[in-house]
């Protein structure tokens, strides 16, 4: 756990966030709905990428960095997950979430350090490195649909665009200290 959570940090360097949250709505595509916000906890995250960087987390390498925590901000990151070309994608957000009730936040606003958005997404060479590009979201929203920093467990869903095309959507789940 420890391991997982230093390289949540690393994964999330500079990822400082504002006062402030605004919300936007995501381009909304007739050949992919957006995700419903789920009434219970999922028993683990369903992201789908599609486009350029298409994957999802069904393919994740279990073990390569996936970490959550909540001072606020609610910090989510997922494993690494592969890519049909040996590369891999990680999805992260940063958000000031509230820890008692859900909330829309924007994926793109504000910018955080070194000119972020809330919502990256990490491409690597491989799963052991951590480092690679980050791509800011274009648009979207992150929702999260329950909040309970008591218990350690916040869920919800993504929906957001990327440069390039890529488009990210499905449900997320977040242990604190997972």
């Not at 050949?31 to 789908?48: D, F, I, N, V």
């Not at 994957?55 to 890519?83: K, W, Y």
């Not at 936040?105 to 980050?134: D, E, I």
């Not at 979207?140 to 665009?161: C, H, K, M, N, P």
Request: include cysteine; hydrophobic fraction near 40%.
């Amino acid at each position: 756990m420890a391991v997982g959570l230093v390289l949540l940090t690393v994964g999330m360097a500079g990822c400082g966030t504002g006062d402030s949250v605004t919300t936007s709505s995501p381009v909304s595509s007739a050949a992919w709905p957006k995700p419903s916000p789920p009434s219970t906890p999922p028993t683990a995250s369903t992201l789908q990428l599609q486009g350029a960087l298409a994957t999802d987390t069904s393919r994740e390498i279990v073990g390569s960095g996936r970490g959550c925590g909540f001072g606020p901000p609610l910090i989510f990151q997922t494993n690494a997950m592969s890519l049909s070309n040996e590369r891999v994608v990680r999805v992260a957000f940063a958000i000031v979430a509230r820890g008692s009730s859900g909330g829309i936040y924007s994926a793109t606003s504000p910018l955080q350090q070194y000119g972020f958005t809330p919502l990256t997404l990490s491409v690597a060479n491989n799963a052991t490195t951590g480092a690679g590009n980050r791509i800011n979201a274009t648009s979207g929203e992150v929702i999260v649909a329950s909040a309970d920093a008591v218990r350690g467990l916040f869920y919800g869903t993504i929906d957001a665009q990327f440069a390039g095309g890529t488009r990210l959507a499905g449900q997320w789940l977040c242990r604190v200290g997972e």
